[in-house]
């Protein structure tokens, strides 16, 4: 068990509806990641929040959003739905701000479909 | 538990012997190094790390070998178990000013035969 939890496990969903993804990181990181894992690119860095402010952005698209609360657990929101947005999300986090230790924990997914 | 299903390159071993799992990264200014093992059904996880100004770091039965000059790096698992069987990522940390972030390879799905 890594300590990050990730809910819900299976979500399924139509088209052009919008979902939420929720993580809660191990108690006293600051830093937490989202990363998308579908079946032809793998695992892809979407964004990074340290400390409820955005730290840096991958190929996340602009129907996708995320925030870090004050408590530090993040949401990922998804909108305007499509069939490619079907994959496996990953939260993950760390204590700093910049991967030094290689300590990414990761949390054990949401896997979206969308029909 | 669910797999990843993706399509992977496949390595297939016999319990006992050593498997070489090989990583071509792309940038040359890539500082940090790190080797991710992901079960069915779980989320990656940590095995080992490799610093840049490193060519070779070992762990408990793991082994990471770094090429700069032809940017590969290589984990080697020694008496490989039915336990190591997953597919395992590379990735590499993007150096850009003061951050940094992680580019995952597509993964090698690893099977030991009992």
Known sequence: ?115 | GESVGLHLPTLSVQEGDNSIINCAYSNSASDYFIWYKQESGKGPQFIIDIRSNMDKRQGQRVTVLLNKTVKHLSLQIAATQPGDSAVYFCAERERRGSQGNLIFGKGTKLSVKP
């Not at chain 1, 969903?13 to 809660?24: D, K, M, Y």
């Not at chain 1, 079946?39 to 995320?66: H, M, P, T, V």
Request: charge should be negative; glycine fraction near 10%.
């Open chain 1, 1 to 115: 068990d890594s300590g990050v939890t990730q809910t819900p496990k299976h979500l399924i969903t139509a088209t052009g509806q919008r979902v939420t993804l929720r993580c809660s990181p191990r108690s006293g990181d600051l830093s937490v990641y989202w990363y998308q894992q579908s079946l032809d690119q793998g695992l892809q860095f979407l964004i990074q929040y340290y400390n409820g402010e955005e730290r840096a952005k991958g190929n996340i698209l602009e129907r996708f959003s995320a925030q870090q609360f004050p408590d530090l657990h993040s949401e990922l929101n998804l909108s305007s739905l499509e069939l490619g947005d079907s994959a496996l999300y990953f939260c993950a986090s760390s204590v700093s701000g910049t991967v030094n230790t290689g300590e990414l924990f990761f949390g054990e997914g949401s896997r979206l479909t969308v029909l």
